[in-house]
């Protein structure tokens, strides 16, 4: 008889060794930590960052064990892991990765916990990628925002991030050298406590919510949770994964579930690395195949915003909903999202960073009479694309001006990784995102001590002497 999936699950997580592991998977791991880190210090002043912050004090109390990057302040693991999830995800910077995102839900407490118990730069390696494998397998086994059916899209009632958890619990016990049993028990609690899925009624109304479709700090909290749960002795409802009726995939609401994709090769076969996408724009992924020709044919000919009449644009299915299709900004956090909004900002020709979600750029009078000038459809192709080629994301841009139509298109945008069929994105692009992001925030020297110590990550001996580099100088 086979085992239930929490133990199968488990021992995956407690037996895996670092030697074990692919070295593309482990640079991807590496290169996760290191995006991720600087999408956070490069929003440590905004709004969504600084509340994170604020509630991190709340969460800390006297506690000052781990870093919270960017940030003076200092915190408790679950402080600190709390502010950090929030400060990842403010910016819509972060890496894209099925189910949506990962990192800003699974490395906040891994980080945390490493810092804490200065663990070496092996561990943290081997727990970032055991949580972005098994958070990909989880998206992977459930509903998925680019779901087709028959030729058409077919939008899930039910779809969010919170699966993600498992990985953070995965990464958590891990660093903590939990058993296969406590592992097992950790990920039960973890599916038992889970926050709700609530994307799909972010999607459909606006002004769009500020805490996003998942917000990361509650994720992030429950994995710590159901992690420090089990050590204290607290146990799962073991066959929470394997009962249809009445387990996860019943009370988490999806319609799809695909339990094979969690175990199936588990421990011989990785897969997040060849899915994995990183951000060249601070604004949602859907946009940026049309930001890449809008820029490039801008940059070919020449074109100045002022000189536009009309931009015409086709691309994803799934973003012909009220969050993308809002031309009402009242917040940064419109600005995300909104497809004209993000067109409008791009042609301005701003390097992409945290000055796109500044007030001077978000409530621009150019930015927003330009808005006026664009419209969106969803590409002709788009269903057929993507039911053969799941990293496809077809894009089209007609741009007129100077009394002529400049026309582009594309199947994927930058940052696509080459094993699924795009142009990933480099080393040296991820360290000069990185070093851009990080630019007057942290103290002299402390960029390249972050990107040598994540770079070499396998021969650091206590992470703390790299993490506390992510402070404020």
Not at 4 to 29: G, H, N
Not at 108 to 129: F, T, W
Not at 163 to 186: E, H, K, Y
Not at 332 to 339: E, K, R, T
């Amino acid at each position: 008889m086979q085992a239930p999936i929490a133990e199968q699950i488990a021992q995956f997580v407690s037996e895996t060794d670092l030697a074990e592991i692919p070295e593309d998977v482990l640079a991807e791991s590496k290169r996760l930590v290191l995006d991720s880190i600087g999408c956070a210090v490069a929003a440590v002043g905004e709004t969504k960052g600084q509340i994170g912050i604020q509630y991190a004090q709340a969460l800390g109390g006297d506690k000052d064990v781990a870093t919270i990057f960017g940030a003076k302040q200092r915190s408790s693991i679950f402080g600190a892991a709390f502010a950090n999830g929030e400060l990842i995800n403010a910016l819509d910077f972060d890496a894209v990765l099925p189910p949506g995102h990962v990192s800003p839900y699974v490395l906040p407490g891994a980080l945390a916990v490493a810092e804490a118990d200065q663990a070496s730069g092996r561990d943290l390696l081997l727990a970032v990628a055991i949580s972005h494998e098994l958070s990909n397998r989880f998206g992977k086994a459930m509903d998925y925002i680019r779901d087709t059916v028959d030729g058409a899209l077919s939008m899930p009632p039910i779809l969010g991030y919170t699966s993600t958890v498992f990985g953070a619990v995965a990464a958590i016990t891990r660093l903590r050298g939990a058993s296969a049993d406590m592992t097992a028990q950790a990920l039960a609690i973890a599916a038992s406590t889970t926050p709700v899925n609530s994307h799909r009624s972010w999607l459909e109304h606006i002004p769009v919510s500020t805490i996003k479709y998942t917000m990361a700090g509650p994720v992030v909290q429950a994995a710590l949770t159901a992690s420090f749960m089990a050590f204290y002795g607290h146990r799962g409802d073991p066959a929470v994964f394997d009962d249809r009726e009445f387990g996860y995939p019943r009370f988490i609401g999806t319609k799809r579930w695909e339990p094979e994709r969690l175990t199936a090769g588990l421990g011989t076969e990785w897969n997040f690395h060849r899915e994995n996408s990183f951000k060249h724009y601070p604004h949602c992924r859907a946009l940026h195949g049309l930001l890449d020709l809008l820029t490039d044919t801008l940059d070919e000919h020449q074109l100045r915003p002022s000189e536009i009449d009309a931009i015409r644009a086709w691309g994803e299915g799934h973003v012909d909903r009220a969050s993308w299709l809002s031309n009402a900004i009242s917040h940064p956090v419109d600005g995300q999202f909104s497809i004209a909004h993000g067109l409008a900002v791009g042609a301005q020709r701003i390097p992409p960073g945290r000055t796109w979600q500044s007030p001077e750029v978000v409530f621009d009078p150019e930015v927003l009479s330009l808005m006026d000038k664009v419209t969106y459809e969803v590409h002709p192709d788009w269903v057929t694309m993507i039911s053969t080629d799941p990293a496809a994301r077809p894009s089209r841009i007609e741009i007129d001006a100077r009394g002529r139509t400049f026309s582009a298109e594309l199947r994927y945008p930058r940052g696509t990784p080459g094993a699924a069929g795009g142009v990933g994105m480099s080393d040296d692009e991820l360290v000069a995102k990185f070093r851009r992001n990080v630019e007057g925030v942290l103290a002299d020297g402390a960029a390249d001590r972050v990107v040598d110590g994540i770079t070499h990550l396998e021969s650091v001996d206590d992470v703390a002497t790299v993490i506390r580099f992510l402070g404020a100088g």
